[in-house]
T-cell receptor, first 116, second 114 residues
Framework: AQSVAQPEDQVNVAEGNPLTVKCTYS??????LFWYVQYPNRGLQFLLK??????LVKGSYGFEAEFNKSQTSFHLKKPSALVSDSALYFC??????????????FGTGTLLAVQP | DGGITQSPKYLFRKEGQNVTLSCEQN?????MYWYRQDPGQGLRLIYY???????QKGDIAEGYSVSREKKESFPLTVTSAQKNPTAFYLC?????????????FGPGTRLTVT
């Protein structure tokens, strides 16, 4: 079965410290991976994606993610956390449904709390 | 939240009533989606549509219905048959492209049924 796992419900980090939000996946074929962020009572905002190529993907707001095929992981990282980064983060994987049809499978989300 | 609007932001209904959630996009995307979000469960796909006048059931379609009469619009009806309708509902759209596939989300509608 195709799935995405976010093993941590919450990650706490001090402002200015590096942060990592973990994601592992299980898909058949080449994975297309995504990270989204959600602020309270808002929709999801796209951060970055991995399709192919360089394993280190750079995205919005200084975030980056590292694709590791052997570990089937796609961890989200940022060198220096800001209080404003506090939000709910979702990892997702694209699942083809046939032809040009696709859907995204989302992880359960990780709440990032950055303390001042 | 891009070019996707959802209305209303908050919706309250009595049990046994049908309710329709609005979703409109001006991104010229062919594909549109409805998700339900519950605490600790991530997002679950209710229905999706790849083209006007065509839509498919997602993973949790029971108790829901949709229509796609216009490219810009994809309304979701939560029927009285949905056993646990209280949730946060998110609409999304995307290009029909293998590479540029990221979905863009609306701001969501929080439905409370009592």
């Amino acid at each position: 079965a195709q799935s995405v796992a976010q093993p941590e419900d919450q990650v706490n980090v001090a402002e200015g410290n590096p942060l990592t939000v973990k994601c592992t996946y299980s898909v058949s074929g080449n994975p297309y991976l995504f990270w989204y962020v959600q602020y309270p009572n808002r929709g999801l905002q796209f951060l970055l994606k991995y399709i192919t190529g360089d394993n280190l993907v750079k995205g919005s707001y200084g975030f980056e993610a590292e694709f590791n095929k052997s570990q089937t992981s796609f961890h989200l990282k940022k060198p220096s956390a800001l209080v404003s980064d506090s939000a709910l983060y979702f990892c997702a994987v694209r699942v083809p449904l046939g032809g040009a049809t696709n859907k995204l499978i989302f992880g359960t989300g990780t709440l990032l709390a950055v303390q001042p | 939240d891009g070019g996707i609007t959802q209305s209303p932001k908050y919706l309250f209904r009595k049990e046994g009533q049908n309710v329709t959630l609005s979703c409109e996009q001006n991104l010229n995307h062919d594909a549109m989606y409805w998700y339900r979000q519950d605490p600790g469960q991530g997002l679950r796909l209710i229905y999706y549509s790849q083209i006007v006048n065509d839509f498919q059931k997602g993973d949790i379609a029971e108790g829901y219905s949709v229509s796609r009469e216009k490219k810009e619009s994809f309304p979701l009806t939560v029927t009285s048959a949905q056993k646990n309708p209280t949730a946060f509902y998110l609409c999304a759209s995307s290009m029909q492209d293998r590479v540029f596939y990221e979905q863009y989300f609306g701001p969501g509608t929080r439905l409370t049924v009592t």
